[in-house]
């Protein structure tokens, strides 16, 4: 079993910043990436950004410039800075976690999501 932790959303103005944080315990054998991915009403889920283990990332157009990705491969805990935060970047915001858990082959783990609002 994994459990991803997330926390950090809440409420901010357009314009503002927040940081999400995630962080990943349980049977992990092998992480090959974490990332975050976003849901807002009446859409699928997206990707936002991913980092790799070794440290690669890539990112959603809508975020590039905006958003940046981090890793601590110590703590198997990823993080997201937000800026330039716009209101259609209100979405439930879902860590995620491809790797191999408990001896079973590479999946995708989900966080429960946390919730980003934007709006004055």
């Known amino acids: 079993q994994v459990q991803l932790v997330e926390s950090g959303g809440g409420l901010v103005q357009p314009g503002g910043s927040l940081r999400l944080s995630c962080a990943a315990s349980g049977s992990i054998f092998k992480i090959n990436a974490m990332g975050w991915y976003r849901q807002a009403p009446g859409n699928q889920r997206e990707l936002v950004a991913r980092i790799t283990r070794a440290g690669s990332t890539n990112y959603a157009d809508f975020v590039k410039g905006r958003f940046t990705i981090s890793g601590d491969n110590a703590k198997n805990t990823v993080y997201l800075q937000m800026n330039s935060l716009k209101p259609e970047d209100t979405a439930v915001y879902y860590c995620?976690?491809?790797?191999?858990?408990?001896?079973?082959?590479?999946?995708?783990?989900w966080g429960k999501g946390t919730l980003v609002t934007v709006s004055s």
């Open positions: 995620n976690l491809e790797g191999i858990v408990g001896g079973i082959g590479v999946m995708d783990y």
